[in-house]
């Protein structure tokens, strides 16, 4: 007993000393990013910090931010998916198709709705398959996937706009909650479910475990596989739930550019919120904020009158900084 | 001061070296005189390696001097040693396999006619420098298609193509069959003959004896004698190097019961293990001696479910046990330390409790992972293993050899285990490490757990084992039990000329 409670009272100086040692600059930088650039910002434009300006950059954000938090799980368990912008389109295409296949009424929004969640995790099974029990590198199956779920949509649209023709689809995304639109909370909800999947649980654990040495994590007992596998899963899951916002807020899905460069932005959101894209660390709220510093740019690049072309530079140039930031740190 | 002669090839004066506050080099005097095969002898942990890589410019020399001809040199970088002659043949080969023998052999060093690379050229040296080590290899073979100890002649010469003067052989005869290692003898004699300083490194008392002039002896980080080789038999090396009687580093041996709580029967692996059938009894040391390469490492991991077997039968206790998956096997009781702790064994980015739960994960779940929980239990074995670390929030990455040793230990100890197997448990840790480990596993076998225990350290198997079986080229040469277990008994069967027929 008494060395139990000696190793209690051993373990509180350690406690707080860790705590204070995980204070380093590199877990809160993207966090110190945010807070400069929310600074910078109200400073260089009064529209800023209007509510409205603010949601709407939370709504825009959303869409790319719900893909990024699967695809943080993707990225820290070691792989990549570049499939999910096509994928949006395929599943938004085919969820809009089903709710007028089911006619009008929320019955039909709600199975649409459950089924695109289905659907994205059924694609993106297909991926975490042939990158498992196929063997080939995350980064040429979904590269491949990426053309095939885009010419897919192509085909079964017949490269037409395809627009919903159930009355209260447009609610689900362009809905509001305490002035806060429904993706927004949807974002939020999922980001803290994620969070806690994460930190939090086996399976967060295993993912970290797998993604920093899969040779040691299956060693460790650890279905390596299995749990790579699930991460594609989530991550295509991730990509219904935002088919369905997106597709929801314009009540159609235009199959040629519906979700064109999410890959890009949902990638540089996981990356410019600290995780490694080798794998093995990275966190949830990382992402938002990610996310969040991706959609800020934007605003104030339209704010500020910059022309629309340059915005991909100055996003392209924000990863590459981010990226010089982790590979610093690490050292 | 006067001196008569020249100066001494290379000078070591007053060498330290310390990682992180550990020191494990303590103030090295030695010389290096021209022509000569000086030998260094000490046990692993011994700081034997450190000392080369010093030498070598891998590492920084926490304090002291080097000299070269008299004059002092700064080694601070490998590229600067290899530039004042001194070449490192390392362990791991530092080959591209994809490479041809001339393209490594004159890798960063390519000869070039107009600007564009003279393959004609390197080819025909390549061809003389070879011939002269009396080797046939061929000069555009890939060097994945060699063998290891023709890997080994490339690295040589690839060394030798730089007009290297002192070149540092690391352990070069643990991956060399007796044969190939009689074919390097002859060959570092002729590089003697041709004025050549070699640095030869092992912990092998007779080879030493055989090839040096003079030998240096270290343990635990000091120079413990430097004289020539002619006025030391075997048993002075032995006595130096160790230092200390063997029963002190090594527990009394328990007894074990007579109950058979695991059996392996007619374990096979395609091509590395073949028909392997062992009984281990409760309370058990079972020792698994051998060569490199006798298979006893694929033997461990297809017992875990972590290799394809071809055939085998297992019993947990006189009841049947598939083990099929890693984790069927942790559920029947079953636990297995890896030789490679880095790449098989713990996660380096993550902390010690992290680490200490990932298999036992499930234990610690209360809806969630709780954390409370984990840190409480990874504190018992920090303490109860003496687990050296600055908060158990330290990442595994920042441990020294023997305190990652040690989590590793608590993490399979929290799978609560009955049958542990554990592969070169004391690989690159200190003494003193390595005896609390010996009492452990003793401990362990008081409360009747069994463990085997496979070790390329011939006094490990031998200090720690109640039975000791040996193996060679997959297959079980003979089982030794009570005054047999010895070195020679050992050897003849690992060497394979001794076979028993049970």
Not at chain 1, 51 to 80: C, D, E, K
Not at chain 1, 207 to 231: E, P
Request: some cysteine.
């Amino acid at each position: 007993m008494n060395t139990r409670i000696d190793s209690i009272s051993n373990s509180l100086p350690g406690l707080l000393k860790s705590r204070l040692a995980g204070v380093d600059l590199a877990t809160y930088a993207p966090l110190i990013a945010l807070v400069v650039l929310v600074v910078i910002s109200a400073i260089a434009s009064e529209h800023f910090l209007i509510p409205r300006n603010l949601t709407n950059v939370l709504r825009q954000v959303s869409y790319t931010g719900i893909i990024a938090l699967g695809m943080t799980f993707v990225i820290i368990a070691g792989g990549i998916d570049l499939s999910v912008g096509s994928m949006v389109a395929l599943v938004g295409v085919l969820t809009v198709m089903l709710i007028n296949w089911l006619g009008d009424g929320w019955l039909s929004i709600f199975l649409a709705i459950g089924a695109a969640v289905l659907l994205g995790a059924f694609f993106g099974a297909i991926n975490g398959l042939m990158i498992t029990r196929g063997r080939i590198a995350a980064f040429i199956a979904t590269l491949a996937t990426m053309s095939i779920f885009r010419s897919l949509t192509l085909y079964i649209s017949d490269a037409g706009e395809v627009v919903s023709q159930n009355q209260l689809y447009p609610e689900v995304g362009g809905g509001y909650l305490l002035s806060i639109p429904y993706p927004v909370w949807v974002f939020l909800l999922l980001a803290a479910a994620f969070h806690i999947l994460l930190r939090h649980t086996a399976f967060g654990r295993y993912v970290c475990a797998v993604g920093s040495n899969a040779k040691v994590a299956s060693y460790s007992a650890i279905k390596v596989r299995w749990i790579y596998f699930s991460t594609f899963v989530i991550g295509g899951a991730t990509v219904g739930i935002a088919a369905v916002m997106l597709s929801s807020r314009l009540n159609s899905v235009s199959p040629g550019d519906a979700g064109m460069f999410y890959e890009l932005d949902a990638i540089a959101a996981v990356v410019i919120g600290g995780t490694a894209l080798s794998g093995g660390k990275g966190t949830v709220w990382g992402t938002v904020i990610g996310a969040i510093i991706l959609g800020i740019i934007n605003n104030m690049l339209n704010l500020m009158g910059v022309s629309p072309y340059l915005q991909g530079t100055v996003k392209g140039l924000v990863i590459i900084i981010a990226v010089l930031m982790q590979f610093k740190s690490n050292k | 001061m006067t001196t008569k002669s020249a100066p001494p090839l290379m000078e070591v004066r007053g060498i330290t070296k310390s990682f992180a506050g550990v020191q494990v080099l303590h103030h090295v005097t030695l010389d290096i005189q021209a022509g000569e095969v000086l030998g260094i002898l000490g046990e692993n942990g011994a700081g034997k390696s450190t000392l080369l890589k010093i030498l070598s410019g891998i590492y920084q020399k926490t304090d002291g001097q080097i000299l070269i001809e008299g004059e002092e040199v700064d080694l601070k970088s490998s590229a600067a040693a290899k530039a004042l002659g001194i070449a490192m043949i390392p362990q791991e080969f530092n080959l591209i396999s994809t490479l041809n023998v001339f393209e490594n052999i004159f890798l960063g060093n390519e000869q070039k006619k107009y600007r564009l690379l003279d393959k004609k050229a390197m080819r025909k040296k390549t061809r003389e420098l070879l011939q002269d080590l009396e080797t046939e290899i061929d000069p555009n073979a890939l060097i994945e298609s060699l063998s290891v100890a023709q890997k080994q002649m490339v690295e040589i010469a690839k060394a030798l193509v730089r007009d290297s003067r002192i070149l540092i052989m690391d352990e070069p005869t643990t991956v060399l069959t007796s044969h190939e290692v009689k074919v390097l003898f002859k060959l570092v004699n002729k590089l003697r003959a041709r004025g050549v300083t070699v640095i030869f490194i092992s912990h092998k008392l007779k080879e030493v004896k055989q090839l040096c002039d003079r030998l240096a002896i270290l343990r635990d980080g000091y120079l413990i004698s430097l004289e020539p080789v002619t006025n030391l038999d075997e048993a002075d090396m032995a006595r130096k190097m160790v230092g200390r009687e063997l029963n002190q580093i090594y527990p009394a041996k328990s007894t074990p019961s007579a109950d058979v709580i695991f059996s392996v029967s007619d374990l096979s692996v395609k091509g590395v293990v073949s028909s392997v059938s062992f009984d281990l009894h409760a309370g058990e040391v079972l020792g698994f001696a051998g060569l490199i390469g006798a298979g006893r490492t694929e033997m461990a991991e297809a017992i875990m479910g972590l290799r394809q077997r071809a055939s085998g039968v297992f019993r947990i206790k006189g009841q049947p046990a598939t083990l099929r998956t890693p984790r069927e096997a942790v559920e029947r009781g079953l636990a297995y330390l890896s030789e490679d702790r880095q790449g098989k064994g713990l996660i380096m980015n993550f902390d010690i409790p992290q680490n200490i739960t990932l298999i036992s994960l499930r234990k610690y779940i209360r809806g969630l992972i709780s954390r409370k929980q984990e840190i409480r239990q990874a504190n018992d074995y920090r303490q109860r293993f003496d687990i050296k670390a600055a908060t158990l929030q330290t990442h595994l990455i920042n441990l020294s050899g023997g305190n990652q040793q040690k989590v590793y230990l608590a993490k399979w100890m929290d799978t609560e285990p009955e049958i542990l197997i554990l592969d070169e448990p004391t690989r690159g840790i200190d003494v003193n490490t390595k005896k609390e480990i010996y009492h452990f596993i003793q401990s362990l076998t008081e409360q009747g757990l069994a463990v085997i225990v496979i070790s390329s350290e011939m006094e490990e198997i031998i200090g720690l084992s109640n039975r000791v079986i040996v193996m060679r080229s997959g297959s079980v040469m003979g089982t030794l039990e009570g005054d047999d277990i010895n070195e020679e008994e050992i050897m003849y069967y690992a060497a394979g000329l001794k076979k028993s027929v049970a």
